[in-house]
């Protein structure tokens, strides 16, 4: 009976476009969650997260490329020009050796890179290398860009030095050494397409240890969502955000429903003095603002996603649903099934739990549909506030760097655009399958 029943109620269901739009988005993010939780174990998206040396090779701010190709756009990727792909000679003398390596690339691209760096890698010598370098554009100009004592771990950032940059009229490096020459003065600079060729004279004073370098011409689009300002993928906290919301989400609204039920249901069998104190204590927890208890909590004891998690449900469960669900039991505890019960010898606990919660569960189920974005949306908002979980990265983390590196002011939208439209569609999927679910279960709105 009951089968057929929720068989019913799947075929009313689906006549509704809202509800299966609504379901078709909480799929995909469901199906993200899975993939992401597979595919970036939690310790590798910490670790991932806390930047460093895992995406030294990532540009700083910068935007999608899908959305630049989307448009028609142009704009460069990074490059990655390593030694072992680049044609080295030697030349052997005694107690070392010269070697001169030769990293080239093509250029195409519509825009200038925003970096340029040389790493470069000299383990095993007892004495420092010396390098000179040399750069060489397509219409065969050369200029030398100095030398270099090398270290075990060397950076040479040549997109800050500032003599280069005298050097190259006052252009910033990574525009100079790209650009058209003999531009008309006060001209946008034009970059210059060909082959460019960044020579690497060193001499090493030893005859086994070798160089490894590595080009790096970093783009202004880079992956599926962009880079932040510490040059670390939003795609990853865009993916893990989706986990954590639905988590935080789902896992507020069953703890709230659930014990808020139970204690209404509670209240509602036993009247007198029970009734009257969760009333009055939910009067009381009603007027006290939510939020800035929050951010009461996080300023002064801690920010822990499930610290966060653990007063949301304690502060719900007095919450105006208990008079809500008090009002829709009154009548059921009055219902001759119910004396039935207490005639055959039912106990207060089974005839609560067995024959009054059930009764209104289904009438319940769109409250709590729509209830788990509210708590989706708490979460992000107490990131945005600063007071999120440090450690990991979800949506309100990702909007909270942008409000403090001023994302917008500087166009960077894409950083506030995409965690914008996740929590979007996830209010929007629940709010409509929620909507549809009331029609449903709803005896009032049946006739609508």
């Known amino acids: 009976m009951i089968g057929v029943r929720w068989r019913e109620h799947w075929e009313e269901l689906r006549r509704y476009p809202s509800a299966l739009v609504g379901m078709a988005i909480i799929a995909v993010l469901v199906g993200l969650s899975l993939y992401t939780v597979i595919a970036i174990p939690y310790s590798e998206a910490l670790d991932k997260w806390r930047g460093g040396e895992p995406w030294q090779l990532h540009p700083v701010n910068a935007g999608s490329l899908w959305a630049d190709r989307l448009v028609g756009g142009r704009q460069p990727s990074t490059l990655v020009i390593d030694s072992d792909a680049a044609e080295v000679e030697e030349a052997p003398f005694e107690g070392g050796r010269r070697l001169r390596m030769s990293l080239a690339f093509d250029y195409d691209y519509e825009g200038f890179p925003s970096e340029i760096n040389l790493f470069l890698r000299a383990e095993g010598h007892e004495q420092r290398p010396f390098a000179r370098l040399l750069w060489q554009a397509p219409d065969g100009r050369e200029l030398m860009l100095g030398g270099y004592r090398i270290g075990r771990d060397h950076r040479i950032s040549l997109s800050q030095d500032r003599a280069l940059e005298r050097r190259l009229g006052g252009l910033v490096p990574h525009i100079g050494l790209l ?96 009734d009257a104190t969760i009333q009055r204590l939910t009067e009381v927890n009603m007027i006290l603002p939510l939020l800035p208890i929050l951010v009461m909590v996080g300023t002064l004891y801690s920010t822990s996603i499930w610290l966060m998690l653990g007063v949301v449900v304690v502060l719900g469960i007095f919450s105006a649903g208990i008079k809500m669900y008090r009002a829709m039991l009154l009548p059921i505890r009055e219902a001759p099934y119910i004396e039935a019960a207490q005639a055959y010898g039912a106990g207060n606990l089974r005839i609560v739990m067995r024959y009054m919660i059930p009764r209104i569960l289904p009438v319940l189920i769109p409250t709590f549909v729509t209830l788990i974005p509210t708590f989706v949306f708490l979460e992000a908002s107490l990131a945005v506030l600063g007071l999120g979980d440090p450690v990991l990265p979800t949506w309100g983390k990702v909007l909270n760097d942008a409000q403090s590196q001023s994302a917008l002011y500087n166009g960077y939208y894409y950083w506030v655009v995409s965690p914008a439209v996740l929590l979007m569609l996830t209010g929007l999927g629940f709010a409509m399958l929620g909507f549809a679910l009331d029609r449903v279960f709803n005896p009032r709105l049946r006739s609508l």
């Open 179 to 274: 650009a058209e020459p003999d531009a008309d003065a006060g001209a946008q600079p034009q970059v210059q397409p060909g082959r460019y060729t960044l020579m690497l004279d060193a001499v090493v004073f030893d005859e086994q240890a070798g160089i490894d370098a590595e080009l790096v011409l970093y783009g202004r689009v880079h992956g599926i969502a962009g880079t932040d300002h510490q040059r670390r993928e939003l795609s990853l906290a865009l993916m893990w955000g989706t986990p954590v919301a639905l988590a935080f989400g789902l896992l507020a609204a069953v703890g709230t429903t659930i014990t808020t039920l139970i204690i209404a249901a509670v209240g509602v069998w036993y009247r007198g003095w029970v």
